[in-house]
């Protein structure tokens, strides 16, 4: 039997899951029996738990569906625990270093207590400083193992059930589960503190709480609201034979967390009036005899609760709430003549079939916002469409492409009106997330380097990317933002932490590598002037946080020349550097200024990249991918990256110019071992695109399709990409 069962829900959480598993496999005490509760087999969650089970026997992944709530999570985690104590850890919460081994040296000094419980560190999403709620709550216990009367106002209810450790066989012999619903720590905690006979503290950190940046769903207005309610009926009812002082502690406790609901009326959309008497009748149902209610202004609800009083309750903060929401009404204009148009522009409704989209900042008619503009005019002509562009891409926007020039008075109107706006970066700081409208984030490349908030520990990142807070809240306009493969899924949401609900639909841009024929193929080479029998290799390096302007990292004229007599290099430069001048010499031919990376990819018969997110598209086309690695140490330790590339590369590695050369020369490219690596990389990484993700994205949020009813993604051995250059001369 093992020391310790930890039982981890992870529902919503599979961008941190790994770190929680983490922070309790490498514990030095290792007599443990983990257990990540997950939505399903193939659940984000459930993949990344698999591959611990797979590389440790103490992980047992077991399955509970997200209807069951986070209670039945645990309950399903509990009935498959078979250790002596049993520990709940949030999937986005960290055991501290050395936990498990502290629990286990106080557990050997008091015995086998019923529960013991332990401080928890409560670390602030972005600012501020830690904190440790439960220390003042656990000092004034008793030294040793103590009965519970000895500690009459310490009860379970005050701290989450993650914040102590459970004897098994005491949870079992009193048949002891969570409650269904929200607040199920309120109901827990109740039957915890009427059937437990012996209790001991650690005055030390175990646990470090890291609440998300959206907040706790506990906090946040619905009519889940209500089930507080239910929770602590629960949880009185469960302690009302306790003694009298025992009991006041509950009551007390428990109505703290009822008040607190009931004076933020905000978090109630409707029902309030409902609310609050259903909490009056608890309150004078379940007060125990001799209560006292406490002073100041906590006692004056209690009493205003007890007596029934809802008018006079929520005049008490009523005026001020209003001030506060009218003072966050209140437009901060800037470029005062626009700003006060676009407020106007905003006074007016939503037009219902007008959609907005960007590309890089107004760069052009490209990537993701363009391939769904595309589709939308096939699927939905209903819908009128502009697309956003600086003033020198207007040249290069298709004819028949209604468009705006950004910070014309136009661009502006339709940013005000557009029901939905569709982007691969972000809006302009200004732009007012509209009730009613609708915000897609497509994202422009699966993440290898660290992405958000995610960059801040890294320090020329943090200074280039500027006020995380601001980026943040252009995060909480986004209501859809869309992932190419659960490695994408997981990594956005540590990077944007936000309410936005994920569509694993595919990079719409990548539609193209399915659905081009041999003669795209063949006009795209001949519109970038490659010669007619040659080898193409496209090389596209990525930026450099740590360097000025833009260097190739390779002589290209002298890899021409060592690779092979019929190689001809595409060099396309990060768009950072491009400067709508071609550098084009001899066998290189400069595509940098070429409107679309996915026409330069499609006539590429191979791709040599470093770190560019280019890796992860040019993949779909099941063509030879080379890494040139000259300095990964450098770019890991100053950019950061989700993952080693040296250890899961989409093909060969190359070092040197030298090594780079060789390669094409030998044909080592191509070879069976280079098949392998290719493979398996897209079997990780090309998991959703299959050339229907733009028709997905416009039947599920411009049609309102349900889920269900977009078409489901092609598996990956069925798919048919674009043919290479070599099949279309052949």
């Known amino acids: 039997m093992p020391r310790f069962s930890i039982i981890v829900p992870s529902h919503g959480v599979a961008g941190r899951l790994s770190q929680a598993l983490d922070s309790v496999l490498a514990q030095s005490f290792g007599d443990v029996e983990l257990i990540p509760v997950c939505d399903a087999p193939g659940a984000p969650a459930a993949d990344v738990a698999a591959g611990y089970a797979g590389r440790d026997s103490r992980v047992a992944p077991v399955h509970s569906p997200p209807s069951a709530g986070l209670g039945g999570a645990r309950n399903t985690g509990l009935a498959a625990a078979t250790g002596a104590y049993l520990l709940f850890l949030d999937g986005d919460d960290l055991l501290v270093p050395g936990a498990l081994a502290a629990l286990d040296a106080r557990l050997t000094e008091t015995g086998d207590v019923d529960v013991l419980f332990f401080e928890h560190e409560r670390t602030p999403w972005w600012e501020g400083e830690p904190a440790n709620p439960a220390a003042p709550l656990l000092a004034p216990a008793p030294k040793g193992a103590f009965a519970p009367a000895e500690a009459p106002r310490l009860t379970a209810v005050q701290l989450p059930a993650w914040s102590a450790a459970y004897r098994r066989e005491f949870v079992t012999d009193h048949q002891l589960r969570f409650p269904d619903g929200h607040f199920t720590d309120l109901g827990w905690g109740g039957r915890v503190t009427a059937a437990a006979g012996r209790l001991a503290v650690l005055r030390s950190v175990a646990v470090r709480h890291r609440p998300r940046r959206q907040g706790s769903r506990l906090n946040q207005p619905g009519e889940h609201q209500r089930q507080l309610l239910d929770q602590a009926e629960t949880a009185l009812t469960a302690g009302q034979e306790l003694p009298a002082e025992r009991s006041y502690a509950l009551f007390e406790q428990v109505f703290a967390a009822v008040l607190k609901t009931a004076s933020r009326p905000e978090r109630l959309p409707s029902g309030r009036r409902a609310f609050f008497r259903r909490a009056a009748r608890l309150y004078r149902r379940h007060r125990p005899a001799g209560f006292r209610t406490p002073g100041g202004s906590v006692g004056m609800q209690h009493r205003l609760l007890a007596a029934g009083a809802y008018t006079a309750f929520h005049s008490l903060r009523a005026a001020n709430r209003s001030a506060a929401r009218a003072a966050e009404r209140v437009p901060r204009p800037r470029m005062l003549r626009t700003r006060l148009r676009y407020a106007r522009a905003l006074r007016r409704p939503l037009d219902p079939n007008l959609a907005v989209y960007c590309a890089y900042w107004g760069r052009g008619y490209v990537c993701s916002p363009a391939a769904i503009h595309a589709k939308a005019r096939e699927l939905a002509p209903h819908l009128r469409s502009v697309f956003l562009v600086e003033p020198d891409a207007v040249d290069a926007v298709p004819a028949g492409v209604e468009h705006a020039v950004i910070g014309s008075r136009r661009y502006w109107d339709v940013l005000a009106r557009a029901t939905y706006l569709v982007n691969n970066a972000n809006f302009a700081e200004g732009v007012v997330k509209r009730p009613g409208s609708v915000h897609v984030q497509t994202q422009h490349g699966t993440p290898l380097k660290k992405m958000g908030v995610d960059q801040s520990t890294y320090p020329v990142v943090a200074a280039a990317t500027g006020s995380f807070a601001r980026l943040l809240g252009r995060v909480d306009r986004w209501d859809y933002n869309i992932s190419a493969n659960r490695h994408?899924?997981?990594?956005?949401?540590?990077?944007?932490?936000?309410?936005?609900?994920?569509?694993?639909?595919?990079?719409?841009?990548?539609?193209?590598?399915?659905?081009?024929?041999?003669?795209?193929?063949?006009?795209?080479?001949?519109?970038?002037?490659?010669?007619?029998?040659?080898?193409?290799?496209?090389?596209?390096?990525?930026?450099?946080?740590?360097?000025?302007?833009?260097?190739?990292?390779?002589?290209?004229?002298?890899?021409?020349?060592?690779?092979?007599?019929?190689?001809?290099?595409?060099?396309?430069?990060?768009?950072?550097?491009?400067?709508?001048?071609?550098?084009?010499?001899?066998?290189?031919?400069?595509?940098?200024?070429?409107?679309?990376?996915?026409?330069?990819?499609?006539?590429?018969?191979?791709?040599?990249?470093?770190?560019?997110?280019?890796?992860?598209?040019?993949?779909?086309?099941?063509?030879p991918i080379v890494v040139y690695a000259d300095d990964w140490e450098v770019y890991r330790e100053t950019r950061g990256v989700y993952f080693d590339l040296m250890a899961a590369p989409p093909g060969p590695v190359a070092r040197t110019p030298e090594e780079l050369a060789r390669i094409f020369r030998d044909g080592a490219h191509a070879d069976d071992a280079s098949t392998a690596l290719r493979a398996a990389f897209r079997s990780r990484f090309c998991q959703f695109d299959d050339g229907l993700a733009a028709e997905r994205v416009v039947r599920r949020v411009f049609l309102g399709e349900p889920p269900a009813g977009v078409p489901p993604v092609i598996p990956l051995a069925e798919r048919i990409p674009a043919p290479a250059a070599t099949l279309v001369r052949s």
């Open 488 to 623: 994408s899924t997981q990594m956005w949401e540590r990077a944007f932490p936000g309410r936005y609900e994920t569509l694993e639909y595919g990079y719409p841009r990548n539609d193209v590598y399915y659905t081009a024929t041999a003669a795209d193929v063949a006009r795209v080479r001949r519109e970038l002037g490659v010669p007619e029998g040659s080898t193409a290799v496209l090389y596209a390096p990525t930026h450099r946080d740590y360097r000025s302007g833009f260097d190739p990292g390779l002589d290209l004229e002298a890899f021409c020349a060592a690779a092979g007599e019929d190689v001809v290099v595409l060099m396309r430069a990060h768009y950072f550097y491009d400067q709508g001048r071609a550098r084009s010499t001899g066998r290189v031919i400069d595509v940098t200024g070429h409107r679309s990376s996915e026409d330069v990819c499609l006539a590429a018969d191979a791709l040599v990249t470093d770190y560019s997110s280019i890796m992860f598209d040019y993949a779909n086309l099941d063509r």
